[in-house]
């Protein structure tokens, strides 16, 4: 049984480039959701996708913005990337129906130069 | 604005010491309490909480929820150096979506 998976591991980019991230649920799981943790901090909520479409925000930009496929896959994408936006990027996944259990991936290690 | 602290920040034991992580929690609508461990990178699910005054128990770790004070214990008993990770807390609320909001962490480290 696959658990969540997230590529690629580590990206370093320079300022005002872009990334995509992508991250693929665990077997059965049918919403994704984003999160960033910052050196030192808990994770972060940024956002949620379930059905292909965003389920709901957190305080973030809109320079971050998602995706999700039809197989529950899903990609972050950042644009105009910020210093402030090195940080290691979590993909959980979980069922819709009533499961407040979230799983984790290993995540993407972003280092903004 | 929910909010979850945890204490203490990091935590430096010997092993087979004992330990207590506290997290306390401001959510609108509480619906539940989990922890995780993180090693390195993926935080690993430990426990779900929901009801007041249940323990949690897996092994030599265990949980349990005051939904009345509004906090959180974990305790590790017998402590080994593979217990070294940060601990998180996060609160789930009501209202069908499922987002997490976490604290900082507990940064645990056991010395053999």
């Known amino acids: 049984d696959a658990g969540v998976t997230q590529s690629p591991t580590h990206l370093i980019k320079t300022r005002g480039q872009q990334v995509t991230l992508r991250c693929s649920p665990k077997?059965?799981?049918?919403?994704v959701s984003w999160y960033q943790q910052a050196l030192g901090q808990g994770p972060q909520f940024i956002f949620q996708?379930?059905?292909?479409?965003?389920?709901q925000r957190g305080n973030f930009p809109d320079r971050f913005s998602g995706h999700q496929f039809p197989n529950y896959s899903s990609e972050l994408n950042v644009n105009a990337l910020l210093l402030g936006d090195s940080a290691l990027y979590l993909c959980?996944?979980?069922?819709?129906?009533?499961?407040?259990?979230?799983?984790f991936g290993p995540g993407t290690r972003l280092t903004v130069l | 604005e929910d909010k979850v602290v945890q204490s203490p920040l990091s935590l430096v034991v010997h092993e087979g010491d004992t330990v207590t992580l506290n997290c306390s929690y401001e959510?609108?609508?509480?619906?539940?309490l989990l922890w995780y461990k993180q090693e390195k990178k993926a935080p690993t699910f430990l426990f779900m909480l929901?009801?007041?005054?249940i323990e949690k128990k897996s092994g030599r770790l265990s949980s349990i929820l005051d939904k009345k004070e509004l906090f959180s214990i974990l305790n590790i008993t017998a402590t080994q150096t593979g217990d070294s990770a940060v601990y998180l807390c996060?609160?789930?609320?009501?209202?069908?979506?499922?987002?997490?909001?976490f604290g900082k962490g507990t940064k645990l480290t056991v010395n053999p």
């Open positions: 996708y379930y059905e292909e479409e965003e389920r």
């Open positions: 959980a996944s979980s069922l819709v129906a009533g499961a407040d259990t979230q799983y």
């Open positions: 929901t009801s007041s005054g």
């Open positions: 996060a609160v789930n609320r009501q209202g069908g979506s499922e987002k997490l909001v």
């Open positions: 077997s059965g799981h049918d919403t």
């Open positions: 959510v609108t609508n509480f619906r539940s």
